[in-house]
């Protein structure tokens, strides 16, 4: 592949390096993982949290292992849509671009939400509309100012999350006894937790998303995966150490968890800060999400499973320009009505079944085309199982539902063509 930065036939400029690629799937998980899921998941697992959070780290690894070495292979956008065309056949790359466009579009909406409830809670829906509307217009005029735009919002975020550490573990009311497990603990509850958690741990996908627009895809894809998910790792397990030390049980009945954390460890005026790096936060993974689907569409439109109207790559930007204002638009509606709750439930679905998909696409690929260790496209793939059908029971029938039609809308498409 070529390391240039020029586009030609309709293709994607290649511009971005290692550290901008760390730095777009670093904006996916922060935002999404501390401040979305922390406290749902530390209802489902109890003090089982940490077990939870490991639990979805180990699926994570997996599915990150296995798409590194898939878009190495294939570098092109689209993702795990691309390699389960390539690998497994028509109809299962058309499920997992499908699967991710819907499961990604609701994890857009859940974090427009999240900007809103932060910076404007009684007006958290107008805020969250117009919070799209901007972040479409910044993907509009080129994925390299959208990654320069991550790179503040991703410095602000761990320079909050440094402070909530250091303030929660640095006072009198921490206590790390509160981290073991205690008789609450259900397998079923830690399942649940980690496939709650895994939504925070999905951003990486975005680096693969982009691998039309990345540098040398083969040296620099497999690199920023692995130094995004193990950083998002480290902060998530740091973050969830200092809030569980002091607030314990409590953290599961929290609306505002790290604000509550720091005001508990004795220090309150940090908590406005802390909403603001909520709020931020979510812009940029708002941001990193919105890229990733729009990069799906565009090679779904390609192959007409969408619309072809939709493949057009702007001239000037070199940034699928009509797919940026269709998946703006429906996230923006989206936004406007939904439940943060449920769209974080059933984007979790989804996304784990496209990274099902993922893993058993890894397993097709021989030695000499890069394939992992055989344990863990298993793993990965039974993990994915295991976890979506842990989930919450609506969550997990709506997931069905929707891809059920996704599937259905194949068939006939298909069966049309061939009359």
């Not at 439940?339 to 984007?347: N, P, Q």
Request: aromatic content about 6%; hydrophobic content about 60%; some cysteine.
């Amino acid at each position: 592949m070529s390391g240039t930065s020029k586009a030609a036939g309709g293709q994607l400029a290649r511009r971005l390096g290692v550290f901008d690629a760390v730095v777009i799937g670093l904006g996916s998980m922060i935002g999404a993982g501390i401040f979305a899921a922390l406290a749902p998941a530390a209802a489902a697992a109890g003090s089982g949290l940490l077990l939870g959070l490991a639990a979805a780290a180990l699926v994570a690894y997996c599915n990150a292992t296995s798409s590194a070495r898939l878009a190495a292979r294939y570098p092109a956008s689209g993702g795990t849509y691309v390699y389960g065309r390539e690998r497994l056949g028509a109809f299962w790359g058309y499920l997992a671009g499908w699967g991710f466009v819907v499961g990604k579009t609701a994890s857009c909406a859940a974090m427009a939400l999240t900007v809103g409830s932060y910076a404007w809670p009684e007006h958290a829906h107008a805020v969250a509309v117009a919070a799209v509307l901007a972040l479409t217009a910044v993907n509009y005029v080129g994925v390299q100012k959208s990654a320069w735009l991550t790179r503040a919002i991703v410095a602000v975020v761990l320079a909050v999350l440094a402070g909530v550490v250091v303030a929660c573990l640095s006072a009198p009311p921490a206590d790390l006894g509160r981290l073991s497990a205690g008789g609450d603990v259900t397998v079923s509850g830690v399942l649940q937790a980690a496939g709650l958690l895994f939504f925070a741990f999905a951003g990486y996908a975005r680096i693969a998303t982009l691998g039309e627009e990345v540098r040398d895809p083969a040296r620099t894809i497999p690199r920023a995966v692995a130094l995004a998910l193990g950083i998002a790792l480290l902060v998530y397990a740091m973050v969830a150490v200092a809030v569980l030390a002091v607030l314990g049980d409590r953290l599961a009945g929290s609306a505002m968890p790290l604000a509550d954390a720091v005001r508990a460890a004795g220090w309150p005026h940090l908590a406005p800060v802390v909403r603001v790096g909520a709020a931020v936060a979510a812009l940029g993974s708002l941001l990193a999400l919105i890229l990733g689907v729009s990069r799906t569409t565009l090679a779904m439109a390609r192959d007409r499973h969408l619309p072809p109207v939709l493949a057009a790559v702007h001239p000037r930007f070199q940034v699928p320009h009509r797919a940026q204002l269709a998946v703006g638009a429906v996230v923006a509606t989206v936004a406007a009505t939904a439940d943060v709750r449920t769209a974080i439930g059933f984007s979790s679905f989804a996304v784990l079944v496209y990274y099902a998909i993922a893993n058993a696409s890894a397993w097709t690929l021989s030695p000499a085309e890069g394939r992992p260790p055989r344990v863990v496209p298993v793993v990965g793939l039974i993990g994915c199982l295991v976890l979506a059908l842990a989930l919450p029971p609506h969550s997990v029938i709506t997931g069905a539902a929707v891809l059920a039609v996704g599937a259905v809308a194949y068939g006939v498409r298909h069966r049309l063509s061939r009359h």
